[in-house]
């Protein structure tokens, strides 16, 4: 018996799953090298200012049977993650910003899968440098003493900055703003801080310095662009002070002053020296090398200067000192040195100001009465004043002036040694004006001049001014404008004028009058200046209604001043509208109105207005007037003869209105005329217009008849010229019937 063996689907399946996985190879990275884009990322570089969001890779391998590979990156716990990538397709993506001075190098794990196998790789990515950084300065702030005796050209202070960058964007240069105004130079590459050549500080000058360093690297590449960053600081420089300036006196010049009441030992003045080393100054010795013949000494260190004798042993009147001030250094060495010259003066004792004097001794108070406006450079004769000051020389010397209201008058002299006699001049005659002034009132002064003391007295001028007429009249306005209905009465005000004459008494009234060719209806009252109309003018706004003429006011002495008056009649509603004829005859075309016109003599507006209305029309509803125009038509429904005959029986279509104008016065006023119209069609109606109208016309119906006859006259002459013309010529074609002609005149003759 044979047997045979049978196998389930399921066995053979599992059988066939073993082989494969058995046979299953790893997938793997290509290796492409350092600069390759593709591939494991192994030794990948990449710019530190490289964008975020940039593809900077891409992931490259294979599997061995051709089964789909997918990609992943992993990092290191607690890395940042700078990378991400695209599963399927293996593109690397930038997502975090680089920073080659926190982290220059990234550890990343890239694998690759087919599914069923994993291959990792750990691969080191290098952050390559780009210049984003700028200089900076360390141990800032830099204050530097000097001392003001350095050497030109040393060096004072060592600069120093630094940058993160590699390459040429980490080297830094040195330089300083304002080099040509600078003392100071810096070597750019070690930044080594030196005073210029040629060039020395100067305490005394200037105490501080301030120098701006600028640090600049070298320039680098920055996402794309060639980019040089700088950095600036700022370095003081503190001068010193040495030894090396002489004292300096302070207040110069001296001078002093020895009075008649001076006591021997007192100071008559203090001398003061500095040392001109004012950082460390020394102390300073005071002595007099000349000039005091063993009058005067100087206290050693507080330079006060004493006279030693009693005024009325010193022979001179001017001593000249010289004054020493040398320097002391703390080790009691004397150095340098320096002088000065003060002047003592001996004088009397000032004790006498000035005094003013009348005709009569000491006066403090003068008064005079005088006209106003009186010629400039006129004296004051009615004032008698006199200044004395008792003391002698210098001290007897003062200056005058006048205190009040300036440049009205001037004192002489101005300066006076001892006594004078005072003088005051008129300088501005204008001033002087009893209608500003009644009284003028100034001080006179007197002030010493060279003495210390100043001393001064004063005196009251009090000048009481008396008027003259020195004024015109002058009006209030330089024209007056009025109104007046023309409907006043004679006698009527118009308007009142007003004129002030600023003198007192007499001389400031003043008389009004007019005249001009405007004012033979007005009249002025001379007083009062009120303007009013003649009492029988008649005043008529349609005849005149402006009137223009001069006003003059005059004083007692004849000074007058003009204005001018312009008065305007005003209109009032005294006229009634107008026809030409209290009867009117129109013939009316139809289609075409008629007008009427009356006229309203008035001069003003509305009273010059007239309006048109129609009282009486029978029958009333055919014609229409225009209340502003006075034109009349007939109602828009009558467009022919026949309507006209269908309203009326009256065959001769002639129509009589009453119409009215009115004007617009307040009251207003109104007239009426009868108008007989004749209503025709068109060619009719021209022809019978034309001849009524010659009833109105008997001149043109003599030009008419006129131009008939001259027409005759002409129209004959010439008929006549024709045919005397035609006569010539037949005669010079025919000369043998004109010789007959004259031959047989004799026979007739002869028979008879």
Not at 139 to 151: D, K, R, S
Not at 521 to 537: D, E, K, N, R, V
Not at 582 to 593: D, F, L, R, V, Y
Not at 728 to 734: A, F, G
Request: aromatic share 8%; with cysteine; hydrophobic share 35%.
């Amino acid at each position: 018996m044979k047997h045979v063996r049978c196998f389930t689907p399921s066995l053979f399946l599992s059988l066939v799953h073993v082989c494969l996985v058995q046979a299953n190879y790893a997938p793997y990275f290509f290796d492409n090298g350092a600069r390759s884009t593709n591939g494991n990322m192994a030794l990948l570089s990449l710019s530190e200012d490289t964008p975020v969001g940039t593809h900077v890779y891409t992931l490259n391998g294979t599997d061995p049977e051709g089964d789909p590979v997918t990609y992943g990156l992993a990092y290191e716990a607690g890395s940042r993650r700078y990378f991400s990538v695209d599963e399927t397709l293996g593109n690397v993506t930038l997502i975090e910003e680089l920073d080659r001075e926190k982290e220059d190098e990234i550890e990343v794990i890239v694998s690759i899968s087919d599914g069923l196998s994993t291959v990792s790789e750990k691969v080191r990515i290098l952050v390559m440098d780009a210049n984003d950084e700028s200089p900076e300065f360390i141990n800032t702030p830099y204050i530097v003493q000097v001392p003001e005796n350095a050497p030109s050209g040393s060096s004072i202070f060592k600069i120093q900055a630094v940058d993160k960058d590699t390459g040429s964007g980490g080297s830094i240069t040195y330089f300083l703003q304002n080099i040509h105004s600078n003392k100071f130079t810096i070597d750019r590459h070690s930044g080594v801080l030196r005073i210029k050549t040629g060039v020395t500080l100067d305490y005394e000058k200037s105490r501080t310095h301030f120098v701006v360093v600028v640090a600049k690297d070298g320039g680098g590449k920055l996402r794309g662009d060639n980019k040089v960053f700088s950095a600036t600081t700022t370095v003081t420089v503190n001068v010193e002070d040495v030894q090396d300036t002489p004292p300096m006196f302070i207040g110069t010049p001296y001078y002093g002053y020895v009075y008649e009441d001076t006591l021997a030992g007192s100071e008559v003045l203090t001398v003061v020296a500095l040392d001109g080393d004012r950082g460390k100054p020394n102390g300073i010795h005071y002595c007099i090398v000349n000039g005091s013949e063993g009058s005067f000494e100087i206290g050693n260190t507080t330079g006060a200067i004493s006279v030693i004798k009693s005024p009325n042993q010193l022979k001179k009147e001017v001593y000249e000192l010289k004054v020493q001030a040398s320097e002391v250094s703390q080790e009691g060495d004397v150095s340098v040195h320096a002088f000065a010259m003060v002047t003592i003066r001996v004088v009397d004792l000032n004790n006498h100001p000035p005094t003013f004097y009348g005709e009569n001794g000491p006066q403090n108070r003068f008064e005079l009465t005088m006209y106003e406006h009186p010629p400039e450079g006129e004296i004051l004769r009615g004032l008698k004043i006199t200044v004395n000051d008792s003391d002698q020389g210098a001290n007897a010397k003062f200056n005058l002036r006048l205190v009040g209201p300036g440049g009205i008058f001037r004192v002489v002299p101005q300066t006076v040694l001892n006594e004078a006699q005072v003088t005051i001049i008129v300088e501005n005659s204008a001033a002087i004006d009893y209608e500003k002034f009644k009284v003028l009132t100034f001080k006179l002064l007197a002030i010493e001049v060279n003495t210390p003391e100043k001393f001064s007295s004063t005196a009251d001028v009090v000048i009481r001014l008396l008027d003259t007429n020195d004024n015109v009249p002058k009006f209030s306005s330089d024209y007056y404008i009025a109104r007046i209905p023309e409907n006043s009465p004679g006698g009527s005000n118009v308007v009142a004028v007003t004129a002030t004459d600023p003198d007192s008494g007499l001389w400031g009234e003043v008389k009004y009058s007019i005249y001009g060719t405007g004012a033979d209806l007005f009249l002025i009252h001379p007083s009062t200046g009120i303007i009013y109309t003649q009492p029988w003018a008649v005043l008529d706004a349609e005849v005149n209604s402006k009137y223009n003429f001069y006003v003059k006011a005059e004083d007692t002495d004849g000074k007058y001043s003009l204005a001018e008056v312009f008065i305007t009649v005003l209109d009032v509603n005294d006229h009634s509208p107008e026809f030409n004829e209290n009867i009117q005859e129109k013939t009316m075309i139809i289609g075409s109105p008629v007008k009427i016109e009356a006229i309203d003599q008035d001069a003003e507006e509305p009273n010059n207005i007239v309006d048109y209305s129609i009282m009486q029309a029978d029958p009333a509803n055919v014609f229409d007037i225009d209340q502003s125009t006075g034109e009349i038509k007939l109602k828009s429904y009558i467009r022919s003869l026949d309507i006209i005959h269908n309203i009326t029986k009256n065959k001769d279509c002639i129509w009589s209105l009453v119409v009215q104008a009115k004007d617009r016065g307040s009251p207003s006023f109104s007239t009426t005329a009868v108008l007989k119209i004749d209503i025709t069609e068109e060619i009719k109606s021209r022809v019978k217009s034309y001849i009524l109208g010659l009833k109105k016309r008997p001149w043109t119906i003599f030009g008419i008849c006129m131009s008939g006859v001259l027409s005759t006259i002409s129209v004959t002459m010439v008929i006549s010229t024709i045919m005397y013309w035609k006569s010539v010529k037949r005669s010079k074609l025919h000369p043998q019937g004109k010789i007959r002609k004259i031959i047989r005149g004799p026979p007739r003759r002869t028979v008879c």
